[in-house]
């Protein structure tokens, strides 16, 4: 009687543990299931010169398309696909942090809209620039699931408003899929470790560059104006965290820009725990 009430126990313990570890693994991979869909959006517009004195550049041999000033302005983004159900405000929530972070529009527009508006502030700018000829703002963003939980969004702005050459900036955030929340630097890393942080990254880019002091650095053009920092754009990817530098950040433009990966075993002593876990 006690081997058979014995060998029950075991077998509903058994099953217990089996329901939940499966129990466990769906809800850890729910955040995957999250969708997303672009929103593109595009305007090319000519402006004529406003000059009733302007004499004809006909009459000189001249290309009358020199006077004119031309925009282009694209917008192609991805954005969380909101479904009834559990993730319904999450998506809403990092949406609004998309429209609000990369496009600086109320959360409280749609994505249509906020866009539109995104276009039409481009546009008052191009029209108050007497510089520029030649006017383009083209946005592309994408999202990407990173470590659990999280997922990253990636937005590369391609800009040139007159000057030498154009300008790419590279964005990257972080949301929480659990709480719709934005994930800060000091989320992830407190404020007393980041000097710590710092170091590390130091470290990782001399490695990368193949050197082995700050002299070195300067010689190919790294950190000659400015100290190591800890960059802000960064991603929470599933196997390591990727620090993005862009064009003048901590190298010249002909440089480009510069990605630093460390791996979460490199930084377990300072991360917080809340993302310090290596799943």
């Known amino acids: 009687m006690k081997r058979h009430i014995t060998h029950c126990i075991q077998l509903f313990l058994g099953s217990f543990f089996a329901l939940f ?22 305007e090319q ?20 398309d020199q006077d004119k000033r031309e925009l282009d302005v694209k917008v192609d983004m991805q954005f969380l696909k909101p479904e009834n159900g559990a993730n319904e405000k999450v998506c809403n929530l990092i949406n609004g942090h998309l429209m609000e972070l990369l496009l600086k529009q109320s959360s409280e527009l749609s994505v249509d809209e906020a866009v539109a508006e995104y276009i039409e502030d481009v546009k008052s700018e191009f029209h108050g620039d007497e510089v520029a000829n030649v006017y383009y703002d083209h946005l592309t963003g994408r999202a990407e699931y990173g470590k659990e939980n ?3 969004y990636r937005l590369i702005e391609d800009v040139f408003t007159g000057g030498a050459h154009p300008c790419v900036q590279t964005t990257i955030l972080r949301f929480n899929t ?8 000091n989320d992830v890393f407190p ?5 710590q942080l710092q170091k590390i990254l130091l470290e990782k880019l001399m490695k990368d560059q ?13 950190l000659e104006m400015t100290d190591m920092f800890v960059s802000n754009n960064f991603a929470l990817l599933e196997d390591s965290i990727e620090f993005h530098y862009n064009e003048y950040d901590i190298a010249p433009y002909a440089a480009g820009a510069c990605t630093i990966r460390v791996s979460y075993q490199d930084v377990k002593d300072i991360i917080s725990t809340t993302w310090g876990n290596h799943k």
Do not use: R
């Open 178 to 185: 659990q709480t719709g929340d934005f994930i800060t630097l």
């Open 21 to 42: 570890t499966i129990s466990c693994t769906s809800s850890n991979n729910d955040w995957q299931n999250i969708e997303f869909y672009n929103v593109e959006k595009m």
């Open 150 to 152: 999280v997922i990253n």
């Open 45 to 64: 517009l000519t402006e004529e010169p406003i000059n009733a004195n302007q004499v004809d550049s006909a009459d000189f041999g001249l290309d009358s």
């Open 191 to 195: 404020t007393l470790n980041q000097p």
């Open 210 to 222: 193949n050197v082995h002091s700050i002299d070195e650095l300067h010689q190919k053009g790294i």
